[in-house]
């Protein structure tokens, strides 16, 4: 099996998280070139990691055994594999790191079956820093062959790595990891906007909570920023929105309703109008801030 590992890689999308994906690869020796509808992002990266040159995209991809993936929408990603579809050899693999929805999944692994190229999605979770650090949460649906050809990909980019079934489970375990995302950081911004209100020691609150059973990630690493209104710090609020509107859709195929989900999705929407769409998700403390305005306005009345 070993010498049917993938070892050839080329990473489509150069976002906050393709990039450092694409450094891990490279300092593993798995890079052999990058992509990105923005040229000018492929470019700088090629040149700061040294990558061999290409004529055009069709020897790019022809070289390639692995194309990795991470694009912002299921639009987008539909788009960029049947661009570079044509230029894969049988028996190359797509892993597929964006976020979409199960379904685009599996329509994208049927298109890419007819061709002799294998699809594997391949979520992840851990945001930009996990991203640099090559410590993703990747959640994996594959055919198990496929998964184990792609083992020194994944450990590249990632410290637990977890075959979650075939190919649109890996899409689902995300769902349901945005879900829980959304959910703390809806518990997280009240809290903290109920503590500003009390005029509490935010260091000193922040530091006792994460040591209890309220303490997570995303007090650990975002509680002190959004307290001093530093919103540019990780996952952008209007990814996580296309996130729960997938998410959604999965819980109403199911004739199920999840108002966590409904009203996260019109609390980012809301944020989005007012300019923030840009911002890390704890921009949420922005409305929760302004539920205790509106109890001090009529007090004051």
Not at 222 to 234: C, I, L, Q, W
Not at 244 to 259: D, Y
Request: proline fraction near 2%; aromatic fraction near 4%.
């Amino acid at each position: 099996m070993s010498e049917n590992k993938l070892n050839k890689v080329v990473v489509y999308g150069l976002g906050a998280m393709g990039r450092p994906m694409a450094r891990n690869l490279k300092d593993n020796e798995l890079l052999i070139g990058v992509k990105n509808r923005t040229e000018g992002k492929a470019i700088a990266i090629s040149n700061e990691l040294d990558l061999p040159e290409f004529e055009d995209d069709e020897e790019l991809f022809s070289q390639a055994d692995c194309v990795l993936t991470c694009v912002a929408a299921d639009d987008d990603l539909k788009q960029v594999v049947h661009g570079f579809i044509d230029h894969l050899q049988p028996g190359a693999v797509v892993i597929d790191c964006s976020t979409v929805s199960p379904n685009t999944a599996r329509t994208l692994s049927d298109d890419l079956a007819s061709q002799g190229i294998s699809f594997i999605d391949a979520p992840v979770s851990g945001g930009v820093e996990g991203a640099k650090k090559g410590s993703l949460s990747i959640m994996v649906g594959a055919d198990r062959e496929q998964y184990k050809r792609a083992s020194d990909v994944f450990a590249a980019i990632g410290s637990q790595i977890t075959h979650m079934g075939r190919v649109g489970q890996g899409q689902a375990t995300k769902a349901v990891n945005q879900v829980m995302v959304a959910g703390v950081a809806q518990a997280v911004c009240s809290a903290l906007a109920m503590a500003e209100n009390c005029n509490l020691d935010m260091k000193k609150t922040i530091e006792v909570l994460s040591a209890g059973a309220a303490g997570n990630w995303f007090l650990e690493n975002r509680g002190n920023t959004m307290v001093n209104d530093e919103f540019n710090v990780g996952f952008k609020l209007s990814l996580l929105h296309k996130d729960l509107k997938i998410c959604q859709s999965a819980v109403q195929e199911s004739g199920a309703t999840l108002p966590l989900i409904n009203d996260s999705i019109e609390a980012y929407a809301q944020l989005m109008a007012m300019g923030h769409g840009d911002e890390d998700i704890s921009a949420l403390i922005r409305l929760k801030r302004k539920l205790f305005e509106k109890q001090e306005d009529k007090a004051d009345e």
